[in-house]
């Protein structure tokens, strides 16, 4: 079992107890803000759990945020379905397509592994891109939210429906953290590190893997169905490999392998998007410069360097002590 770490606590408590207090506050554009920050760390603790702890760095994964949104649009808006019964009929999809596209690409290493999950998830937006039941490129509104009257929750009111989407984005993340300290999560680690030595031992590697994107691919799906139930429109850009990148370069720049680097970096790249669209078009030219003075600064991610400098400054009375 790893040791606790307190930054990681005192980090996502300050995080996302900021989170809340926006939602509960803030005017209606800045809720839009709170809400996307949410469904983004929901994502990018997905990709953390595949890249920072397994290993397997893909490039497609907004493919599952794809299936989650598509499928919960076709269950409930054509079939009928109940959002909620479609919700979770969708997060089982996801675990489906993670387990099959998991037994694909997982027979493959290096630059190869990274540019079949890309096409993989091409190939599902090349088919939303064209799909006329969903309005192909266009794609369709008039999806519905989660009905929860019942126990007295309106998820139509939009401060609502955000201090919902925060309290899963935490649940998503203790859910990993317990994940990643269990025999499960170790085992990953262990393949991760050296993955050889792993099946010397005769642990079954490629089955962990199709595991780890099983879940992965759950988690995401689940994200994609909460961005649906957010904008209510279902779109091909959900499914984009530039998605993927975008939460690629979120996990690293907030630090892989740490659970908590996500969350900083998702709640810095929504910030930070914001605010320079709101002075200039062109923000991506600024969010590239960005990231790359921070990976430049920072090589371990941010999380990383936090780790660092607290590391540094609680050291500093040791080596006077020892000076003296």
């Excluded at 907030?254 to 998702?266: C, D, R």
Aim: glycine letters at 12%.
């Amino acid at each position: 079992m790893p040791a606790r770490d307190p930054l990681s606590l005192a980090t996502v408590v300050l995080l996302f107890g900021g989170a809340l207090a926006a939602a509960l506050f803030v005017d209606a554009y800045r809720l839009t803000i709170v809400i996307e920050i949410a469904i983004l760390v929901i994502f990018v603790l997905s990709i953390d759990f595949l890249v920072g702890y397994s290993g397997l760095v893909t490039f497609g994964h907004a493919g599952f945020m794809g299936v989650g949104a598509y499928a919960l649009a076709y269950l409930s808006h054509f079939l009928g379905w109940p959002v909620g019964v479609a919700m979770l009929a969708g997060v089982a999809l996801g675990a489906v397509s993670g387990i099959v596209i998991g037994a694909l690409v997982t027979r493959v290493s290096g630059v190869f592994f990274i540019m079949v999950t890309l096409a993989v998830s091409m190939m599902f937006w090349a088919w939303a891109s064209k799909a006329r039941k969903f309005g192909a490129d266009d794609g369709l509104g008039g999806m519905k939210r989660l009905d929860l009257t019942a126990i007295g929750i309106d998820l139509n009111s939009d401060r609502v429906f955000a201090v919902a989407c925060i309290v899963l984005a935490v649940l998503t993340y203790v859910f990993f953290l317990w994940l990643v300290r269990s025999p499960f999560g170790q085992t990953l680690k262990a393949i991760k590190q050296n993955e050889n030595r792993a099946r010397a031992q005769g642990c079954p590697v490629q089955h962990y893997k199709v595991a780890a994107f099983a879940v992965a691919g759950a988690v995401a799906a689940f994200a994609g169905e909460l961005h649906l139930q957010n904008t209510r429109f279902v779109h091909p850009e959900v499914a984009h490999w530039i998605r993927s990148g975008e939460g690629l370069i979120v996990v690293i720049v907030g630090g892989a392998g740490t659970l908590a680097g996500p969350v900083i970096g998702g709640f810095l790249f929504v910030l930070f998007h914001r605010v320079v669209e709101s002075f200039t078009a062109h923000w991506q030219i600024w969010m590239g410069l960005m990231f790359v003075a921070i990976v430049l600064a920072a090589p371990d991610g941010l999380y990383g360097r936090l780790q660092s400098l607290l590391g540094a400054r609680r050291a500093a009375p040791e080596r006077r002590a020892a000076d003296a």
